[in-house]
Nanobody
Framework: QVQLVESGGGLVQAGGSLRLSCAAS????????MGWYRQAPGKQREFVAHINNGGSTNYVDSVKGRFAISRDGTKNTVYLQMNSLKPEDTAVYYC???????????????WGQGTQVTVSS
């Protein structure tokens, strides 16, 4: 099985920074892409950032210029550097990965359990 574990969430004041980490483990042939989503209370989960296997990135407009997504050399860990945090960034942040577990097998979507980010004003 594939498992994604997030870490790095916490409580910060507006204008502060946090770095989230997501480590993927288990039987994997390849990771097609990894990304971050977030869900605030009473709202639907929304896309935040994504990085593909070639290193191309994209972001939701509200975080452009403030957040940066990256991957480590082993390609099984993704990070989200969050700067200039705003109260509206408060949410549970979830890691997502598109994983091919075997050569020639299907690609499936996996989710982490989430990490809480709270930004106070």
């Amino acid at each position: 099985q594939v498992q994604l574990v997030e870490s790095g969430g916490g409580l910060v004041q507006a204008g502060g920074s946090l770095r989230l980490s997501c480590a993927a483990s288990g039987s994997m042939f390849s990771i097609e892409g990894m990304g971050w989503y977030r869900q605030a209370p009473g709202k639907q989960r929304e896309f935040v950032a994504h990085i593909n296997n070639g290193g191309s990135t994209n972001y939701v407009d509200s975080v452009k210029g403030r957040f940066a997504i990256s991957r480590d050399g082993t390609k099984n860990t993704v990070y989200l550097q969050m700067n200039s945090l705003k109260p509206e960034d408060t949410a549970v942040y979830y890691c997502n990965a598109l994983v091919q577990t075997t050569n020639g097998g299907p690609t499936r979507s996996y989710w982490g359990q989430g990490t809480q980010v709270t930004v106070s004003s």
